[in-house]
């Protein structure tokens, strides 16, 4: 499955493959150094860990499937972006990267709803993908407001958070803001600071629990290399 695949591809293998069972390590990068997971591929092969792997609390950033790519990443390198020149919230530019980032936020929240996991994870696939689905809606709620200027955008519901309500004073800052610079900046951290606590206030925490019984139903074990900064 081609989802699938793609979440399998996130996670690169530590020790090359033997012609039997063995201790085997998988390896992610994070963004203080290496994610390990040591197990025996007499238990769990390589694809099939790999591909759960990227459910793990310990990822973060542009390793965790918890939150959408913000509409302001631009990766330098990456040709499905435009160059990554600081550029007007209106341009062409701005849009045509906020679109790649809503893309790949909505081939995550895909592959999610397909992966196929054990028993012991589905609390897990449960919390990422509300919270992934989450993350999205703020990502594209903005984009539209970018793109409209319609302050009402702002106040529209998700689930049973109220944004008009219990953000109001924020959606007000942004009505009275004197530019759209402005109100970009108002929008892009006290507005989506507001109704994203809110939203996971309802939300919870990672199911911990879940990933612990995963862990020990697979003897699997996770351990942390962090990187000294400079490297």
Request: a positive charge.
């Amino acid at each position: 499955m081609r989802a699938r695949a793609a979440l399998a591809a996130l996670a690169l293998l530590g020790l090359p493959a033997a012609a039997a069972a063995a201790p085997r390590t998988l390896v992610l990068p994070t963004l203080f150094g290496e994610y390990r997971l040591a197990f025996d591929d007499a238990r769990a092969s390589a694809s099939e860990l790999g591909a759960l792997a990227v459910l793990s609390p310990h990822l973060a950033g542009w390793t965790s499937l918890a939150v959408a790519p913000r509409l302001e990443r631009c990766v330098v390198g990456d040709k499905a972006y435009l160059d990554c020149r600081p550029r007007p919230v209106a341009s062409p530019g701005f849009l045509w990267n906020a679109r790649v980032n809503l893309e790949r936020g909505n081939a995550a929240l895909a592959g999610l709803r397909e992966l196929r996991a054990p028993a012991e994870l589905g609390p897990v696939v449960t919390w990422l993908t509300r919270s992934l689905a989450l993350s999205l809606w703020l990502e594209e709620t903005k984009l539209e407001f970018y793109r409209t200027g319609d302050v009402g955008v702002l106040r529209r519901g998700y689930e049973d958070v109220d944004p008009g309500r219990e953000c109001a004073p924020v959606v007000a800052d942004v009505a009275r803001a004197p530019s759209r610079q402005a109100q970009y900046e108002l929008v892009v951290l006290p507005w989506h600071n507001c109704v994203n606590e809110a939203a996971r206030r309802r939300l919870g925490d990672y199911p911990m629990p879940a990933w612990q019984r995963f862990l020990a139903a697979w003897g699997i074990t996770e351990t942390f290399v962090e990187t000294p900064p400079g490297r």
